[in-house]
């Protein structure tokens, strides 16, 4: 439970600054390598814990170099890799990568611009380019991903791992 402490205020920080702090990464490294002394209490093994890690930190690296998630997600999200151990990094990550969809999916909703959007959508299929939204719009800004990692770590946590 300290892990979705720790997630939670990661969500609200990442909701109001649009960072998630590196305290907060390295706080849950910690915590997984402690849960492992000394008596083991971890229910995976270290070595698939470290695995975890280095696997969550080159998927999202990865998705950082290409615009999905920003520099404090990768981080967080890779750090979670070294709690959840390979290759349950994998799943936690494609989770979160849905539940951000569904978060901007609801936003865009929230704020009556969902018709706008798959409008634009149909006609940048039909014309062959990508017609950008107007800079004021919701849909134009980023989506503060904290909140998906949380509930992406919640729903993993309580219904698959």
Known sequence: MLIITIL????MFDINKHKIPNELTFTIIGLGVISHFPLGTHPIGFSLCLIGLSVGFVIT???YSINVF?????????????????PNIITLIATAIIFSGLLS???????GELA?????WK????????EKPESNSVAAGAVPMGGAILLAYMYCYFYLF
């Open 105 to 111: 999916v609801l936003r865009l909703i929230c704020h």
């Open 123 to 130: 006609y940048s299929l039909f014309a062959g380019f990508y």
């Open 116 to 120: 706008s959007m798959l409008s634009r």
């Open 8 to 11: 939670f205020y990661a969500a």
């Open 61 to 63: 690296i990865f998705l």
């Open 70 to 86: 920003g520099a404090g997600d990768a981080k967080l999200l890779a750090s979670l890799g070294f709690i959840v151990g390979y």
